[in-house]
């Protein structure tokens, strides 16, 4: 049922039915979350500017998904030799640096007229920079090595070691004070943050993760093509 | 039996290549100090300035100067094959690259320890903070010895991206540093960031011959 | 009494060789020849396991040797194509340290005879990187004898040899066949042994 996971014939079939569809779910929901952005009240301190919370919280959740999903098919693909997990990692990992680029740069854009910075040195910030960082090593890693093998598995025991910036991103704002505010969505009890707000956050949340979903299938579908080809 | 004297004989051979290379040890060490220099000319001789920055500024060089001899770990073993007769002997690529990495840390690593009071020296360190320098830098070197280890197997088939290497040591040497500098903070306890250097060189110490000897292996299937 | 039966190995789906026998007995020794980049030297590291076979099974003394690797290394000595020596070690320090390490009981006396023979005494202290290719090859080949094993592995021996000094290999190949040693070395070159059997890899 869910071999269209790790089977790339599989994936291919599963994806031609499912893309077009996606595109126009996502781009409704694209137009629906843009249009209850538009309607969502000012925030009463920071005004107009709060909005860029709905780009720089949804990218920032999916570089982190984006990463936490090439670590699991690190995993599958060093554990169980299975070639299709080396081709998602390669696809996806451009994606998260996208995402991961869009939260640095509008949260440094957010930054500035409420800290009066454009960067501060405390460590939700800086550990997200790191995972830049690891985003570009791996993207370098995989155009250094000449033969397969050894750029598939380096790359895969790379992405493992630096998954350890995982947990440290996730909590840099509970075990160390910094000017970051904690997070206010995933206290499940009850969030900090208004309804009103909540909402148009959670659909542009769905309609980034369609974007990065379409791009990755497509790519993941262009790697498939290259390799079958070679 | 067989087996220590085996071991033995390793360190022996280490021992040798060290003699021998001694030179370019020297020379990373010289790349230590001329880089301070560079530091003090670039940021002006103001003394309370360099005091308070000194510190972070040694650590860093010293962190520098360890990705230089980053390409003469496994490098010359891995092309002639001296790996593979050791392990055809009965030792473990683990085992070896354990060895290794205790090799590198006594014979690259600890000479460095005669430079630190020369650079506290030159930029007028509080003794307490030398003190910490040293010890900290005896524990943060065996990691930087594993993490070297590490990087320096996983480019042994890489012939044209030499600084990826050093770029990965330097990404994961991060919190190395900052709980070595963080101890001497003002409110900072010794005893925790210590046990937590030390806790990280023995995680280190854990998973880098794991690593390192699946990418020899790895290196080695496809030379 | 080393079996190899059935033995694959591909490269990336091509096939280097395929459904391969050969079984090698006591004071047998086999020439792999082949054209360059027919396979030899993968097929040496395959028997040697550091390379892993697609199919097929290497059995020595009746057991896979997968299952007691080190036990199966402790039989062989392995002569790459390439230098082992350190570049940067005498060859005292070199001898020293490969005969400590297969715990050979070799005598002092028969070593520096051995020197003798190949040329090499005049040489002990000197570092490996201020010798010719030839005298480094012949360090590499005392190796068969210093360390004592009975299989012999080697990857294209004669190489950098002149005529005398391949004159003394084959004797010393005679020499420890009849001592029931087994010898598997390829190489293009075409010596001189009564009773050597050949494996084409064209």
Same mark, same amino acid.
Request: aromatic share 12%; glycine share 4%; net charge positive.
């Given at each position: 049922?869910?071999?269209? &996971? ?9 994806? *031609? ?18 249009? &209850? ?25 999916? +570089? &982190? ?13 060093? +554990? ?10 390669? +696809? ?20 500035? $007229? ?7 040195? *405390? +460590? ?49 704002? *509970? ?15 009850? $969030? ?8 148009? &956050? ?29 | ?141 065996? @990691? ?23 770029? @990965? ?8 540093? @900052? ?45 | ?16 060789? %395929? ?40 059995? #020595? ?18 002569? /790459? ?16 340290? #490969? ?52 299989? #012999? ?12 000094? /391949? ?18 070395? /390829? ?9 050597? %059997? ?5």
């Amino acid at each position: 049922m869910f071999g269209f &996971l790790i089977n790339p014939s599989k994936f291919n079939k599963f994806a *031609d039915i499912i893309l077009k569809p996606l595109i126009l779910l996502c781009s409704v929901i694209l137009i629906a979350g843009l249009i &209850l952005v538009y309607l969502s009240p000012l925030d009463y301190q920071q005004g107009l500017t709060v909005k860029i919370m709905y780009i720089h919280v949804p990218s920032a959740w999916l +570089a &982190l998904l984006t990463y936490s999903i090439m670590t699991i098919y690190s995993v599958i693909g060093i +554990a169980f030799k299975m070639p299709f997990s080396f081709i998602v990692n390669k +696809a996806v990992a451009p994606i998260g640096a996208v995402f991961t680029l869009i939260c640095l740069i509008s949260g440094s854009l957010w930054g500035k $007229p409420i800290w009066g910075t454009w960067w501060v040195w *405390d +460590a939700r910030l800086t550990s997200v920079a790191i995972l830049l960082l690891i985003y570009l090593i791996i993207i370098f890693l995989d155009k250094t090595f000449e033969n397969k093998e050894v750029r598939e598995k380096t790359t895969a025991i790379f992405i493992l070691i630096g998954s350890v910036n995982l947990p440290i991103i996730k909590f840099s704002v *509970d075990w160390w004070n910094t000017l970051h505010q904690p997070a206010s969505v995933s206290k499940l009890s009850s $969030p900090s943050i208004d309804i009103s707000m909540l909402q148009p &956050l959670l659909v542009m949340t769905i309609a980034f993760s369609l974007i990065g979903l379409i791009i990755a299938i497509l790519r993941i579908k262009a790697e498939i093509l290259i390799r079958k080809n070679r | 039996m067989f087996f220590i004297k085996k071991i033995f004989l390793f360190f022996k051979r280490e021992l040798k290549l060290f003699f021998r290379n001694i030179v370019s040890i020297f020379s990373n060490i010289l790349f230590f100090f001329l880089s301070i220099f560079i530091f003090v000319f670039a940021l002006g001789a103001d003394e309370q300035n360099l005091k308070s920055i000194g510190l972070g500024i040694i650590w860093s060089l010293l962190v520098l100067s360890s990705t230089l001899s980053l390409r003469k770990f496994y490098e010359e073993d891995f092309n002639n094959g001296v790996l593979v007769i050791i392990h055809m002997r009965g030792i473990s690529y683990e085992l070896i690259v354990f060895l290794k990495i205790l090799s590198h840390f006594l014979f690259v690593q600890v000479p460095f320890l005669i430079s630190i009071p020369v650079a506290s020296l030159l930029f007028n360190l509080p003794i307490y903070e030398v003190y910490n320098l040293i010890f900290t830098f005896i524990i943060g070197s065996l @990691i930087l010895s594993c993490l070297s280890s590490m990087s320096a197997s996983m480019n042994l088939l890489n012939k044209a991206n030499f600084s990826i290497g050093g770029i @990965i040591v330097l990404l994961f040497s991060v919190p190395v540093i @900052i709980f070595s500098v963080g101890i001497n903070e003002v409110d900072s306890d010794f005893k925790s960031l210590i046990n937590i250097l030390i806790g990280m060189a023995l995680i280190f110490l854990g998973i880098s011959p794991w690593a390192s000897a699946a990418f020899i292996k790895l290196a080695l299937r496809n030379k | 009494m080393l079996l190899i039966n059935n033995l694959s190995f591909f490269r990336d789906d091509n096939i280097i060789f %395929e459904n391969l026998n050969l079984s090698l007995g006591n004071g047998q020794i086999t020439q792999i020849r082949g054209k360059n980049g027919s396979g030899k030297t993968t097929f040496l590291k395959v028997i040697l396991n550091i390379l892993s076979s697609n199919t097929g099974e290497i059995i #020595w003394e009746g057991q896979n040797v997968k299952k007691n690797i080190f036990k199966f290394y402790n039989e062989i000595t392995y002569i /790459a194509d390439h230098n082992t020596s350190s570049r940067e070690l005498s060859i005292l320090d070199n001898i020293k340290f #490969w005969k400590g390490l297969s715990s050979s009981n070799l005598s002092d006396d028969k070593i520096f005879s051995l020197l003798e023979t190949f040329n090499l005494k005049k040489y002990l202290n000197t570092e490996i990187m201020y010798l010719s290719s030839g005298e480094v090859k012949k360090l590499e080949l005392l190796r068969i004898v210093l360390e004592q094993k009975k299989i #012999w592995v080697l990857d294209e021996p004669y190489n950098h040899l002149d005529d005398s000094s /391949a004159e003394i290999l084959n004797q010393t190949f005679v020499d420890h066949t009849n001592n029931n040693g087994i010898i598997l070395f /390829a190489s293009h070159y075409n010596p001189l042994i009564s009773k050597l %059997e050949i494996l084409d890899f064209n």
